[in-house]
Structures are given as C-alpha cells and as structure tokens.
C-alpha cells in the first residue's frame, strides 16, 4: 500500500481570467521507503504538486491520501495534524529559525509533531549525531554553513518519523559536496525511517539517490526512468 | 520549553528593534510613573502640612477655605482666640497667617534668583501650623530665622547657616523642610509677627489652628464653634486636607491625565507595531511553521508571549528607572518632588501589559493572510 497517493488531481491557481490549470489529471504514488524524483522545468507545478501532496492546497478534483487518511475529506484542523505528525519538508533554503540553536529547531519539529519532551530531546539528539551535527547543536543558524543548515533542516524534516518526506530542491543553492552531503542524508536516514521520499528538483546530482524519476510537463507527470 | 515558549524565542531578532521597543516602553513607564509621582508627592506635601495631625481644626475667614487659593484680604481677627478657646475641648488656639513673599538669596545682588514663595507666618518655635518636618537645622527661633523648604533652598542656592533676605530684611536660615514642596511653589516658615509686617497685616491672621483635647469630637467641637462665630468658617483636619488637594490637583490632574493616556498609547503602538512588523518580516518563518503543521493558537500564543517579554522587559526598566529617578531627583534636583508609589508600579504595569496584548492582536490577525507556500519560495 503506498503511502503518498494522488488519484485524478487536478489544480487550478488564480482566479478568473488569471487562472491557470497547474495540475492536469495527475496520478502517482509513493511507498514506504521508495525515493522519487519529481523533475521539470521552473513553472511546471512542482511546488504546486508538493503543496498538494501535503494538504496545503486543496485540489479542484481528486483524491489525495496521505499515510492512508484522505485530507481533502477532513478539516483544516485535522489536515494540520496529520501534516505535523506525517509529513516531514525540507525547502530549497533550509528555513531555519534565526533565535533557534539548529538543536531548538529540530526540536520544535519534534514537539509540534505532538512528541514528548523526552522522546523529542532523544530522537533530535539522535538525529544530530546520525548527521554530522553534534558538535553544531548549540549554533543558531547564522553560525552554520549552508551544507550544515539544510542537515539541520533534513534532521527537523525526519525528527517525528514521518510517514511521508516532501523536498523542494533540497540542494538547490548548495555546493556539489555539499549537495551530494545532505542528498544522501536525507535519502538514506528516510529509507532507514521507511519513509516514502518525494523530491522536486532540477539537480542531475540527487538521481543516484532516487528509485525511481518522474517528469512534470504541461501539468501532466510523466514516468522518466525509462 | 513547550512549542509557544520555543516559538516565542524563535521570533527574538538579534538585531535592535526588539531592545529599541522594550526601551519605549521603558521610557513610556518611565513618564506614567513620574507623572504619577509628581502627582503623588505634590498631595503628599499637602497632607503632610495641612494634615498634620496636631491641628485638629482649621478657622478661615469667608472665602478662604484652603492655603493655596482665596481672598487674602479676608482674614481672622486675633482677638477671636480668646472665644475660641473658651469652647469646650479646645486645648490650643493659635493663628497662622500666609502670604506669598518675595524671597532671594543675600548674595544674589542682583535679585536673578528671587522666588515669590508661600510664607508661613507662627508662633515659632514650636508653635502650631509649623514645618511638618526638616531635612536638616530646626525651628526658626526669633524674627531673624526662617525655616526653608529644601527645594527652594536649593533653588535660592542657600542652606543651613546661610542668610536669605525677605521684605528687606536679612534672616538666617535655620532649617530645611521636607514635604512642603508642591511643585508650583514652595513653603517657608517664619515668625508670626515678621510675616505680618513684611504682609502689612496687623492684628489679623489667614487662618486660626486649633487643637482638641483627644477625648472631643473634633466635627461636634467644629459644629460648635461655626454655630458660635458663623462669620468664619470651620474645617476638620480631613476637610480642609481634602479642600487643599482639591486645589492643588484641579488644574494638574487633567494634564496629568491627558500625558499619562498619551504614554500609554504610545507604548501600545510601539509594541503593536513591533507585532506587525515582526510578522511582515517573518512571513517566511511564519510560511514554514504553518507548513510543518503548528496550530494558529500556537502561532498566536508564541507571538503574544514575545509581545508580552517585550512589555515585561519594558515595564521593569522603567520602573526601576522611575525609582533610580526620584532618589537621583531628590539627591541632586530636589525642585522636582517625586513620590514613586508601589501601587503605581504595579498599576502601570497591569495597564502596559494588557494595553501591549491588545495591541499585538491587530497585526496577529494578518497571520491568518498568511500563504503557507510562501516557505517554497526560493
């Protein structure tokens, strides 16, 4: 059973003469521990799709489910719960929070996700040693450079052990070693969570990482592994 | 720490502004409580001279009902003493006459410091309707010594042992008093008969001071001596205490009133704007939290709580601010008499605290604005 899936999706942004269908029947899944890559050019709709597939969008038709509970069946207070306790992001910048230490803020995930005190201080601190990143636990993120931010943010993304890993260009704006660092990270520490993993990106460098590739043309996903 | 208390540290800016709001509100404190102070300290000295508790009764002449304003020609003749204290439960009559009296110091030649100030003319030294207490000297003992309060001493640049000169005539200061400051002018204490000289007044005094056997009523004893002389009139300590603040706070508590209100709203609209312009700067952060799934309510509880350590910061500086103010006030600057109460304090920072919530709730509506997608913008 997989644990991402979007059946018929259709999306429209804007607003009547302004509005533009992003999303055309789009269908995918993802299972547990699969790593897929979403690739396509700037303006296709990935970041669309990814909103979608994390309950941040509503879509006009279709049915998403995620970790098994359809969110478009539920309420805005329900659809957060699930995203904070099943999904885990990880955006082009890392978006860490400047008057958080990178352990604060992997915590505050782990916290929001409705994980104890206890249970949250062991699995960050976890985390942070799996990654590299003890030794930067008590460094805000001005301190921290921009392979070990997006760590961090890879960290805050696993920290609650969530069923599904959304990536928007996770190595966007980092250097090749860099890049190659946190795309192995976040792939393999998702695996070992047995996380479904889906990755937007334009980076011919995170392919070895994938299971799978799809492409995002004119709203339409199409499979690219072949 | 729970998710508000993390999120509220998360919005800390380490750059200034937050300091810059928290030290507005400290000056806003700051201003409340000296106003309030000023306020409190100018009712004080009131009470401590008009209230003071050996005159038990106070007999002005019509029109006349406190020291500050009234008819000063209207005044009590001396030889009324004499019935007055034939009255059942009177022990001791005594006439205090007022004046305002130009006073400068010897050695100011050329006058540039002569302050008209409210002469107290008694029996010194021990008299009733004297000083209420000293800061340093005693009583004036004879025609040529005069009791000063401090802040004019210290305005005529003169103290103990120093000669200042009233209606022409040089007299030695003897004493400093305190709580005979209200702000508008300044008490000084001289023989009876000097002030009634210098006033051109004979036989006649502002007011007769009278003290009761403690066994009395002193409002039946007051009863009493207005039913025997209902030309003048009669006050009990409270009454005429009451009449005093009455006068002395009329025109100043509007003012007061008026700048305290305008504090308080300026300490609003800087911590209501802190608010927003945290939010606007935060729409990423705010963008991301949304995304990982934190709840409005936490969003909003960490926001207020930030608001809330700003306004806590704020209101603590300006309080001990405020007290460092009156003591360094009355150590260097004694002229402007401050009186910081505890209850004022605590008023201030109830006001600021709730004032400051309110504020930050107009900007946190714009939260809900907030597009969570904005996190995946590059």
Same mark, same amino acid.
């Given at each position: 059973m997989s644990t991402l899936s979007l059946r018929a999706v259709r999306m429209t942004r804007g607003?009547?003469?302004?509005?533009?269908?992003?999303?055309?029947d789009i269908t995918l899944e993802v299972h547990p521990g699969e790593v897929v890559l979403l690739e396509g050019p700037s303006g296709s709709g990935k970041t669309t799709l990814l909103g979608v597939a994390g309950g941040l969008l509503t879509p006009d038709q279709g049915d998403v489910m995620l970790a098994g509970q359809?969110?478009?069946?539920?309420?805005n207070d329900a659809r957060r719960r699930i995203r904070s306790a099943k999904v885990g992001f990880v955006f082009q910048r890392a978006?860490?929070?400047?008057?958080?230490t990178a352990r604060e803020n992997v915590l505050l995930m782990a916290r929001l996700a409705g994980l104890t005190q206890n249970a949250a201080e062991l699995e960050t601190t976890r985390l942070l040693a799996l990654l590299d990143l003890a030794p930067c636990a008590g460094r805000y993120p001005t301190e921290l450079s921009g392979g070990e931010e997006q760590r961090v943010a890879v960290a805050r993304a696993l920290v609650h052990r969530p069923a599904v890993v959304l990536a928007d260009e996770?190595?966007?704006?980092?250097?090749a070693e860099a890049g190659r660092a946190v795309a192995s990270s976040l792939t393999s520490l998702a695996q070992e969570q047995y996380a479904a993993v889906l990755i937007c990106t334009?980076?011919?460098?995170?392919e070895p990482f994938a299971t799978r590739r799809l492409q995002l043309r004119d709203g339409r996903v199409f499979d690219a592994s072949v | 720490m729970n998710v508000s208390g993390l999120l509220a540290r998360a919005l800390r800016?380490?750059?200034?502004r937050p300091w810059l709001t928290a030290l507005g509100v400290a000056t806003c404190t700051v201003l409340v409580l000296t106003l309030a102070g000023a306020f409190h300290s100018v009712r004080n000295s009131m009470a401590s001279y008009a209230g003071q508790?050996?005159?038990d009764l106070w007999i002005a002449p019509?029109?006349? !009902?406190? %020291?500050?304003?009234?008819?000063?020609?209207s005044l009590v003749p001396l030889a009324l003493i004499d019935s007055v204290r034939s009255?059942?439960?009177?022990q001791q009559v005594q006439p205090v006459l007022k004046a305002f009296l130009p006073i400068q110091a010897l050695t100011d030649s050329l006058g540039e410091h002569r302050y008209t100030l409210l002469a107290i003319g008694y029996r010194?030294? !021990?008299? %009733?309707?004297?000083?209420?207490?000293?800061?340093a000297g005693r009583p004036?003992?004879?025609?040529?010594q005069i009791a000063l309060d401090r802040a004019a001493a210290w305005k005529l640049g003169v103290g103990v042992g120093d000669t200042v000169v009233l209606g022409g005539r040089k007299i030695l200061v003897s004493g400093l008093t305190r709580g005979t400051n209200i702000l508008a002018t300044q008490f000084f204490f001289v023989d009876l008969t000097a002030a009634a000289a210098i006033a051109g007044v004979?036989?006649?005094?502002?007011f007769l001071v009278v003290r009761l056997d403690?066994?009395?009523d002193p409002a039946r004893v007051a009863r009493e001596i207005g039913d025997r002389f209902p030309e003048d009139m009669v006050f009990t300590r409270g009454e005429f205490l009451a009449n005093n603040e009455r006068e002395v706070t009329a025109g100043f508590l509007p003012l007061l009133t008026l700048i305290a209100t305008l504090g308080i709203a300026a300490a609003s609209l800087l911590v209501g704007l802190l608010v927003h312009g945290v939010i606007e700067e935060r729409r990423t952060d705010f963008a991301m939290l949304i995304a990982l799934g934190a709840s409005g309510r936490s969003l909003t509880m960490g926001v207020l709580r930030y608001a809330l350590t700003l306004v806590s910061i704020g209101v603590i500086t300006g309080c001990g601010t405020a007290w460092a103010l009156e003591a360094l006030l009355d150590w260097r600057?004694?002229?402007i008499p401050l009186s910081v109460a505890p209850r004022d304090a605590i008023g201030v920072a109830v006001l600021f605290v709730m004032t400051g919530l309110v504020a930050a709730l107009a900007p946190l509506i714009s939260l809900q604005t907030i597009d969570p997608l904005e996190a995946f913008r590059p």
């Amino acid at each position: 059973m997989s644990t991402l899936s979007l059946r018929a999706v259709r999306m429209t942004r804007g607003h009547g003469r302004r509005a533009v269908r992003v999303l055309e029947d789009i269908t995918l899944e993802v299972h547990p521990g699969e790593v897929v890559l979403l690739e396509g050019p700037s303006g296709s709709g990935k970041t669309t799709l990814l909103g979608v597939a994390g309950g941040l969008l509503t879509p006009d038709q279709g049915d998403v489910m995620l970790a098994g509970q359809p969110i478009q069946a539920v309420n805005n207070d329900a659809r957060r719960r699930i995203r904070s306790a099943k999904v885990g992001f990880v955006f082009q910048r890392a978006n860490l929070l400047d008057g958080l230490t990178a352990r604060e803020n992997v915590l505050l995930m782990a916290r929001l996700a409705g994980l104890t005190q206890n249970a949250a201080e062991l699995e960050t601190t976890r985390l942070l040693a799996l990654l590299d990143l003890a030794p930067c636990a008590g460094r805000y993120p001005t301190e921290l450079s921009g392979g070990e931010e997006q760590r961090v943010a890879v960290a805050r993304a696993l920290v609650h052990r969530p069923a599904v890993v959304l990536a928007d260009e996770p190595t966007g704006s980092l250097d090749a070693e860099a890049g190659r660092a946190v795309a192995s990270s976040l792939t393999s520490l998702a695996q070992e969570q047995y996380a479904a993993v889906l990755i937007c990106t334009h980076d011919a460098r995170l392919e070895p990482f994938a299971t799978r590739r799809l492409q995002l043309r004119d709203g339409r996903v199409f499979d690219a592994s072949v | 720490m729970n998710v508000s208390g993390l999120l509220a540290r998360a919005l800390r800016n380490r750059r200034g502004r937050p300091w810059l709001t928290a030290l507005g509100v400290a000056t806003c404190t700051v201003l409340v409580l000296t106003l309030a102070g000023a306020f409190h300290s100018v009712r004080n000295s009131m009470a401590s001279y008009a209230g003071q508790p050996a005159v038990d009764l106070w007999i002005a002449p019509p029109g006349s !009902d406190n %020291l500050i304003r009234g008819s000063f020609s209207s005044l009590v003749p001396l030889a009324l003493i004499d019935s007055v204290r034939s009255i059942p439960g009177v022990q001791q009559v005594q006439p205090v006459l007022k004046a305002f009296l130009p006073i400068q110091a010897l050695t100011d030649s050329l006058g540039e410091h002569r302050y008209t100030l409210l002469a107290i003319g008694y029996r010194v030294p !021990d008299g %009733l309707g004297g000083p209420p207490a000293f800061a340093a000297g005693r009583p004036p003992k004879g025609r040529h010594q005069i009791a000063l309060d401090r802040a004019a001493a210290w305005k005529l640049g003169v103290g103990v042992g120093d000669t200042v000169v009233l209606g022409g005539r040089k007299i030695l200061v003897s004493g400093l008093t305190r709580g005979t400051n209200i702000l508008a002018t300044q008490f000084f204490f001289v023989d009876l008969t000097a002030a009634a000289a210098i006033a051109g007044v004979t036989d006649k005094a502002s007011f007769l001071v009278v003290r009761l056997d403690p066994a009395f009523d002193p409002a039946r004893v007051a009863r009493e001596i207005g039913d025997r002389f209902p030309e003048d009139m009669v006050f009990t300590r409270g009454e005429f205490l009451a009449n005093n603040e009455r006068e002395v706070t009329a025109g100043f508590l509007p003012l007061l009133t008026l700048i305290a209100t305008l504090g308080i709203a300026a300490a609003s609209l800087l911590v209501g704007l802190l608010v927003h312009g945290v939010i606007e700067e935060r729409r990423t952060d705010f963008a991301m939290l949304i995304a990982l799934g934190a709840s409005g309510r936490s969003l909003t509880m960490g926001v207020l709580r930030y608001a809330l350590t700003l306004v806590s910061i704020g209101v603590i500086t300006g309080c001990g601010t405020a007290w460092a103010l009156e003591a360094l006030l009355d150590w260097r600057i004694p002229v402007i008499p401050l009186s910081v109460a505890p209850r004022d304090a605590i008023g201030v920072a109830v006001l600021f605290v709730m004032t400051g919530l309110v504020a930050a709730l107009a900007p946190l509506i714009s939260l809900q604005t907030i597009d969570p997608l904005e996190a995946f913008r590059p």
